[in-house]
């Protein structure tokens, strides 16, 4: 179809607006319909924010773009609306009020009427005012509980949709392999099972509640050099198969998600968005996905702005439409009049214009958009009348709920680790005594928020705007949890401060204190304004600041010292891995953060999290991950050791277990067999308790160099005292498979072993069994999963 309009007689109910044909004809049939124009304003977003009035959406002028003008683009149509709540604080039913309106504008605008969707941030809670902050996603992967985060991706996405959300962007599946990366904190941890099954368990959330999910960033994004954001991927064709590509694949199998977003990254020359072999060979012809690929903010433009790959933001469209990019967020900029001239020009096909545009339309009729009843009208505004004054409405939607707060306590509780206990902890809340509760978080309410929440996204540009939602200090917690203790406060130092002019008040306290809970950790921020998120690299896995020496000051004072760190990321701790009396690990977990850690701290809840990141014992050995091959660890051939000092999967409880009798029914296996064992996990001691069964396998020969071990199962056991489990797994050939020399994943014969463990340093029972018979080729059709049967066992 050329520009002109076509002029034959439209059908009262055109068969686009036909609910009983399919998808597919109903779509078929509107393109055929539309100008090219109309085609490509279904390919772009345009960055906007609610009124807090009610009244239409106001485009969001950002530092990297021009103005939009919405009367010049709306008689066209329009694909996408970036953050309408992310953007400004805005009260929950206004924002809502002002979306509905704004879609009322677009489809009055164009002549087919069709809305955009809308699309949100929502990587630890929808990014809106007033909404639920929820633990950062390391923190997700420190509960290693997926039904856990898809109830509470529900959540997230019920209270999106109930306010006229189409989209989430998240969650993030990039693998840890750096942990100076700045976005860290975004990620679910360094191996890429548990990021598959955390991650597809959000997404299956999310789906279900009717929102659009986003895996992200597609791919590689987290091996940049140096952990530098943006910097340049070096990696080879085997990591990226067997570390960076596996969660994504496990979630397009099994998650039914909907959209993928390219990473901004170059793996060895090619940057993502412009990556055919990625975006459509792998993602598309391989795995069979069939939704959206949306562009990361203004990555199309960095093609040619920051990668030097395209000479025009019109050869930046065509690169990133052929490698298969279908829409440019978060404004319109390449897709625009860059476009339309390349394809006028006979530069790019319009058939590629009209295969993105299928996909984007394909997405709105399943989403309900194409509909005739189709209404702009959100759950949260039915039966409420919309003409009445907006201040009417102010404060009738809640964003925040009681049920949400409890599910965000529910899933901090489970993510705080406990790193070390010397006997210390629990606290008994009921004996009287002084604690020095000594740092830079001890009294800062937003010291449990990532950067992507919202009061520190957006708040932090808004200072006088209330912060929307109840943010306990780490000091009103305590308060709270031990009433009869005195709690003492003393900063000592700022979070990246250089002075130690607060050391000698905070170093008096402890001295007069019966124990020290030393606050320490991150700020969240962007771009430089904190000491973790997007573009807050570190250049040491130290400590920020002087809060190393503050915590060696304190452990010097002879006071029990029990360090608790709210991080975006892993620190080396110095001596105070050994020689606090206790040491507990927070990953930014959300607004009721500092509940549950002082609920740990007393014992009421007993500790169940694990570390999905290896914590380094020296701040100067990244790049390291406990995923590395022989000569990745510990070697006489280097003088650099990055043994960790806690590793991947560690965490302690209040309670003690015994594993037992481990039983293989037979030792050798073929290459497209299974492994069946069983053995019992009990707990021993006198306290309620959770322990996590970590399946890790060690293939000592093969080849290719292979990592020592990799997690390839786990299941949470919660046991009573004196009770224990018989657990009977199954573990199918296909999970030893690896990229081999040719590129193709196999498994080979040979021995192999299968470590139960407490966590990666802590192997408690391991069968050792041999495969046999020919190499056998997989492809991604092979199984991705152990499975586990977990049966009551009497103790004796």
Not at 144 to 156: C, G, K, S
Not at 257 to 264: E, T
Not at 303 to 317: I, N, P, Q, S
Request: contains cysteine.
């Amino acid at each position: 179809m050329t520009d002109e309009v076509a002029t034959q007689p439209q059908a009262p109910h055109p068969a686009w607006r036909d609910p009983a044909l399919s998808a597919e004809a109903r779509v078929d049939a509107l393109i055929r319909e539309m100008t090219l124009k109309e085609k490509t304003a279904q390919l772009y977003g345009v960055w906007v924010g609610a009124s807090d009035e009610g009244a239409e959406v106001a485009p969001h002028q950002h530092d990297m773009e021009e103005p939009v003008d919405l009367d010049a683009l709306l008689p066209d149509g329009l694909g996408q609306l970036t953050r309408p709540f992310g953007t400004v604080p805005v009260d929950p039913a206004l924002g809502a009020l002002s979306l509905m309106r704004t879609q009322q504008r677009i489809t009055a605008a164009n002549r087919f009427g069709i809305p955009a969707v809308a699309h949100e941030e929502c990587l630890a809670g929808f990014a809106a005012w007033g909404a639920t902050a929820y633990p950062v996603p390391l923190s997700w992967g420190a509960t290693f509980d997926p039904e856990l985060v898809r109830e509470m991706a529900a959540a997230i996405g019920h209270d999106m949709r109930a306010v006229g959300v189409h989209q989430g962007l998240a969650p993030v599946l990039d693998v840890v392999r750096d942990a100076r990366w700045g976005r860290v904190e975004e990620t679910i941890g360094e191996d890429p099972y548990l990021v598959g099954t955390i991650a597809t368990a959000y997404v299956q959330g999310l789906e279900a509640a009717g929102i659009v999910a986003t895996l992200k960033h597609f791919a590689g994004y987290s091996a940049s050099r140096a952990g530098r954001n943006l910097a340049p991927v070096g990696m080879g064709a085997r990591e990226l198969a067997d570390v960076i590509l596996p969660p994504f694949e496990m979630a397009v199998r099994e998650s039914g998600v909907r959209s993928v977003m390219h990473a901004y990254t170059d793996t060895d020359g090619i940057p993502s968005a412009a990556d055919e072999q990625l975006l459509t060979e792998l993602l598309r012809d391989t795995w069979g996905f069939t939704g959206t690929v949306v562009a990361d903010y203004f990555g199309i433009a960095f093609l040619k702005t920051l990668h030097g790959v395209a000479g025009t933001f019109g050869d930046a469209a065509g690169t990133a439409l052929t490698a298969g990019v279908d829409v440019e967020l978060p404004t319109v900029k390449a897709f625009g009049a860059p476009l339309l001239d390349m394809v006028r020009q006979g530069n790019v096909s319009e058939g590629l214009v009209d295969r993105a545009v299928r996909r984007v339309l394909l997405q709105k009729a399943r989403l309900g958009l194409l509909d005739p009843e189709w209404s702009p009208v959100p759950p949260a505004l039915r039966g409420v009348d919309t003409t009445a004054a907006p201040d009417s409405l102010r404060g009738t939607v809640d964003l925040d709920t009681a049920a949400n707060r409890g599910l965000a306590g529910r899933i901090a509780e489970r993510a705080v680790v406990l790193l070390r206990n010397d006997g210390a902890l629990p606290l008994d809340p009921r004996t009287p005594r002084r604690i020095a509760l000594i740092g830079p978080n001890a009294e800062a309410p937003t010291a449990v928020l990532g950067c992507y929440s919202f009061p520190v996204h957006v708040g932090g540009q808004h200072p006088d705007a209330p912060l929307g939602i109840d943010l306990p200090t780490l000091r009103e917690a305590l308060v709270e949890e031990f009433p009869t203790a005195d709690v003492l406060v003393a900063h000592g130092t700022g979070i990246d401060d250089a002075g130690t002019e607060g050391f000698a008040e905070a170093l008096a306290l402890a001295r007069r204190a019966d124990v020290v809970v030393a606050a320490l950790g991150d700020r969240a921020g962007l771009f430089g304004r904190g000491t973790s998120g997007e573009g807050c690299d570190a250049e040491s896995l130290a400590l920020p600041g002087v809060q190393q020496q503050l915590l060696d000051a304190l452990l010097g004072t002879g006071t029990p010292v029990v360090t608790t760190l709210l991080t975006g990321r892993p620190y080396a701790l110095g001596r105070a891995a050994d020689e606090s009396a206790a040491v507990l690990q927070s990953f930014f977990p959300g607004e009721a953060g500092t509940a549950a850690i002082a609920s740990v701290l007393s014992g009421r809840t007993n500790p169940s999290g694990r570390l999905p990141v290896s914590v380094p014992r020296h701040p100067g050995t990244q790049p390291s991950t406990y995923l590395a091959s022989r000569l990745g660890h510990t070697s006489e051939v280097s003088s650099i050791d990055p043994t960790p000092a806690f590793g991947f999967g560690h965490g302690l409880t209040y309670t003690s277990f015994a594993w037992s009798d481990l039983t293989v029914e037979d030792t050798d296996v073929p290459t497209d067999g299974e492994v069946r064992l069983a053995f019992t996990v009990a707990n021993t001691g006198d306290r309620a308790g959770t322990e996590l069964v970590q399946l890790y396998l060690h293939d000592p020969v093969a080849s290719v160099v292979q990592p020592v071990q990799r997690l390839i199962g786990y299941v949470r056991l919660d046991l009573p005292p004196g009770e224990g489990k018989r657990i009977h797994a199954v573990v199918p050939a296909d999970l030893a498979s690896f990229t081999g020399r040719t590129g193709t994943r196999t498994v080979e014969p040979g021995e192999l072993e299968l470590r139960l463990s407490a966590s990666s340093t802590d192997p408690r029972l391991t069968a050792r069994v041999t495969l046999t018979g020919p190499v056998r080729p997989l492809d991604h059709h092979r199984r991705l999963h152990a499975d586990f049967e977990v049966l009551p066992h009497a103790v004796r």
